[in-house]
């Protein structure tokens, strides 16, 4: 948790669909040990490595999957309120 957020939201994930793998930072270090916030400092914070975490891509239209799921909760919303 960064600033006692406990969520994100998410948006843009279209421009992700034409990458092979996508990295994600899981981990902040600072001269060797895991840190859990900014430093305070930019002398600090240029020291800062990033720990990353390589997941696959869906090397795929993501705006047609986004047209599909919206078909698909639009009529299974038609269908809860019939």
Avoid: C
């Amino acid at each position: 948790m960064l600033n006692d957020y406990s969520s994100i939201n998410l948006t843009k994930l279209d421009v992700l669909d034409h990458l092979d793998e996508i990295k994600i930072g899981v981990e902040y270090r600072l001269n060797g040990k895991k840190i859990d916030y900014i430093p305070a400092t930019l002398d600090e914070f240029e020291k800062v490595e990033v720990v990353y975490e390589t997941l696959p891509g869906y090397l795929m239209i993501f705006s047609l999957i986004l047209v599909n799921f919206l078909k698909i909760f639009i009529d299974g919303k038609k269908m809860f309120l019939r």
